[in-house]
């Protein structure tokens, strides 16, 4: 089994990556909008955002084996990810072309930004709540 500091470690690796993604989704929203799925160099941070996801649910299993039932860092964790999967959900609805005439286009794109603001600032939190939980936690390297 692979050693608790060392599960911890890739953890935070990949909450800073998550945020980095976030950051890059965010910026292509709000420059191209509907146009981000036009080109694979656009939808790159979404790609890779769907992607540290799936990094994410794999470290949770490892997480999960290394601490016990409702532990704060396993909550945090799994929360930040529940942020990262519902902003892939949302920000996919843009490939929808019968969504972006029903809701027109400007204002959805608007509301989608403002959909993943608010989950990267709920991301934020769990990734500090899982940083403070982790810190004192024993573990051998």
Same mark, same amino acid.
């Given at each position: 089994?692979? =050693?608790?500091?060392?599960? *911890? @470690?890739?953890?935070?690796? !990949?909450?800073?990556? &998550?945020?980095?993604?976030l950051d890059s989704l965010r910026i292509r929203l709000t420059e191209y909008g509907e ?36 532990? =704060?860092?396993?909550?945090? *964790? @799994?929360?930040?990810?529940? !942020?990262?999967?519902? &902003?892939?959900?949302?920000v996919g609805l843009l490939r929808d072309p019968s969504r972006h005439a029903a809701a ?19 991301f934020d939190a769990c990734r500090d709540q899982f940083m403070a939980a982790t810190r ?6």
């Amino acid at each position: 089994m692979r =050693e608790s500091r060392t599960v *911890f @470690g890739d953890c935070a690796i !990949a909450l800073h990556w &998550v945020a980095c993604a976030l950051d890059s989704l965010r910026i292509r929203l709000t420059e191209y909008g509907e146009g981000l799925f036009e080109t694979e160099q656009r939808a790159k941070p979404y790609e890779d955002l769907e992607r540290l996801g799936q990094e994410m649910d794999a470290l949770a299993e490892q997480l999960s084996v290394t601490l016990e039932g409702e532990h =704060e860092a396993l909550v945090a *964790f @799994g929360s930040a990810r529940a !942020a990262v999967s519902d &902003v892939v959900e949302t920000v996919g609805l843009l490939r929808d072309p019968s969504r972006h005439a029903a809701a027109g286009i400007p204002k959805l794109v608007e509301e989608t930004i403002a959909h993943v603001e608010g989950q990267r600032e709920r991301f934020d939190a769990c990734r500090d709540q899982f940083m403070a939980a982790t810190r004192d936690l024993p573990g051998e390297d």
